[in-house]
């Protein structure tokens, strides 16, 4: 099975500061890794995402993430933020095949406040 | 960017009743799945759907749970006869492939009293 943590639950940061969102995962076998975002009364939208390739992974809205497979970490980064970023962050993985590779494990979510 | 559609936004029903929470995929989304979050927990996977049939269940998804996408336009989550723990927002999403963008809806608030 899969597990996610996310260290942080609440991160406040002040505008136009960088942030680093940490996420760690503990799995078995072989997994894909997902960062989604989640806004005041909406659904989870994703972010980025890492697959294969380069471990460093761009997203939209001038997020970055880096996959570390030796340290077991996915920790999302973005150098600037808006107050707009200000909305709850989940980590997910999923298998790359096999049973259960339709479904993402989430971890429990970091909350974002960008102060102004 | 298109959307996936969930009604109702917030249901409240009583302990021992049935619900369904409906969702309207994007249309040429081809899986479909249903996640759940209770208050202060992680999200949790409950069914995929491919092909008109489940494809993966949770260990949470027992056989009070049914989904079905009956008229290939709605999917349904049904729920037989709940429970105060049921009490979650329920998300409904869909992808066109199995590694490809996962779209959620903005998730049904269901409250067991």
């Known amino acids: 099975a899969q597990s996610v943590t996310q260290l942080d639950s609440q991160v406040p940061v002040f505008e136009e500061a960088p942030v680093e969102l940490r996420c760690n995962y503990s799995s078995s076998v072989s997994v894909y890794l997902f960062w989604y975002v989640q806004y005041p009364n909406q659904g989870l939208q994703l972010l980025l995402k890492y697959l294969s390739g380069s471990t460093l992974v761009k997203g939209i809205n001038g997020f970055e993430a880096e996959f570390n497979k030796s340290q077991t970490s996915f920790h999302l980064r973005k150098p600037s933020v808006h107050i707009s970023d200000t909305a709850e962050y989940f980590c997910a993985v999923s298998r790359t095949s096999g049973a259960g590779s339709y479904q993402l494990t989430f971890g429990k979510g970091t909350k974002l406040s960008v102060i102004p | 960017e298109p959307e996936v559609t969930q009604t109702p936004s917030h249901q409240v029903t009583q302990m021992g009743q049935e619900v369904i929470l409906r969702c309207v995929p994007i249309s040429n989304h081809l899986y479909f799945y249903w996640y759940r979050q209770i208050l202060g927990q992680k999200v949790e996977f409950l069914v995929s759907?491919?092909?008109?049939?489940?494809?993966?269940k949770s260990e949470i998804f027992d056989d009070q749970f049914s989904v079905e996408r009956p008229d290939g336009s709605n999917f349904t989550l049904k729920i037989r006869s709940t429970k105060l723990e049921d009490s979650a927002m329920y998300f409904c999403a869909g992808s066109g492939g199995v590694r490809e963008k996962l779209f959620f809806g903005s998730g049904t608030q269901l409250s067991v009293l």
């Open positions: 759907f491919y092909n008109n049939e489940i494809s993966e």
